[in-house]
């Protein structure tokens, strides 16, 4: 009897954190409409993950992707993010199957409880263990390095690495990693084939791998490289003989994201909102474009 009280107790504590937490998440978003949608500040997360998530949740918004078609004004003043997770569920079929997460960016209530993933068995492969965990949903959780992932060949039917091969062997301080990394930032790094190496050999044949990266004019900035044309040749040379692959290219623009050409973006830079180069007067988030590729093996 003391038992169930205590955990009655417990559950009604949480509730009212959770509600305290709802409503000022709810708060911060509000005020952070209400005064212009300034990325980054107080509310931007808090919306932008509402966003993603009426996004991937719309059929008729990802039904018109597949056939190049977004709405104007999507993702004003919203980074990549908003058209990446848009892309991959435009592409990620419903059903069951073996799903990895290349980046953990699906680490996330409103991933991790999408009915297109929960119906799927997903392993989460990232370098550390975070703070928030869905092994209640089946979720699997597997630590270690893209460049040597402890998986045998063929193991996988999808694979979906978003925004992550452009961290590898960077500096990634900021997200709390003290690790060797590459350290001339006017020089590329390209251990990120490494990694795509591994994540088509883990792949299963018939299967779909899709990477997302940001995509223009090469730059380091310390805790991730933009990637040009020379890096994307390389990386899809990789994918020669063993499947076919196709490329979409995002850009954004002062009224939102739109499909785009790779010969446009050629010379667009990102801004970094840690350190403020790049930015201008369009309120870009971060990127301002993206090479999505999927590619499908043999």
Same mark, same amino acid.
């Given at each position: +009897? ?6 009655? &107790? ?25 005064? =212009? ?8 997360? !808090? ?15 990802? /039904? =018109?992707?597949?056939? #190049?078609?977004?709405?104007? /004004? ?23 199957? #073996? ?34 965990a869905f092994a209640d949903n089946g979720v699997s959780y597997v630590y270690g390095d893209l460049r040597d992932i402890p998986f045998k060949d063929n193991l996988y039917n999808f694979i979906v690495s978003q925004s992550t091969i452009e961290h590898?062997? +960077? ?24 990694? @795509? ?7 299963? /044949?018939?299967?779909? &791998? ?22 994307? !040749?390389? +990386?899809? *040379? ?31 830079? !990102?801004? *970094? ?9 369009? /309120?870009?988030?971060?990127?301002? !474009?993206? @090479? ?7």
């Open positions: +009897m003391k038992n169930k009280i205590i955990n009655k &107790l417990k559950k009604y504590i949480l509730s009212i954190e959770a509600k305290f937490v709802k409503k000022n998440t709810s708060d911060e978003r509000k005020k952070f409409l209400d005064e =212009g949608r300034i990325p980054w500040d107080n509310g931007y997360i !808090s919306y932008k993950h509402e966003m993603i998530s009426k996004s991937i949740c719309d059929e008729g918004f990802i /039904n =018109g992707l597949k056939s #190049k078609s977004i709405p104007s /004004n999507f993702g004003l003043r919203l980074d990549e993010r908003i058209i990446e997770y848009s892309w991959i569920f435009s592409k990620l079929p419903k059903g069951n199957l #073996k799903l990895l997460d290349a980046g953990s960016t699906f680490n996330f209530d409103f991933i991790a409880n999408h009915d297109r993933i929960v119906e799927k068995e997903l392993t989460i492969f990232t370098y550390a263990p975070e703070g928030s590898i062997d +960077m500096d990634n301080s900021i997200y709390g990693y003290d690790i060797d990394h590459h350290e001339d930032v006017k020089e590329k790094s390209y251990e990120y084939l490494l990694a @795509v190496n591994e994540m088509v050999r883990v792949l299963k /044949n018939k299967g779909t &791998l899709l990477i997302t990266v940001p995509f223009g004019k090469f730059e380091n900035h310390g805790f991730f490289q933009q990637f040009d044309n020379e890096m994307l !040749s390389k +990386m899809t *040379n990789i994918f020669e003989g063993k499947g076919t692959y196709n490329l979409e290219f995002f850009k954004y623009e002062i009224d939102g994201w739109k499909f785009s050409n790779q010969d446009e973006l050629v010379n667009v830079v !990102s801004y *970094n909102p840690h350190t403020g180069k790049g930015k201008k007067d369009d /309120n870009a988030a971060h990127c301002r !474009s993206v @090479v999505c590729v999927k590619f499908d093996k043999f």
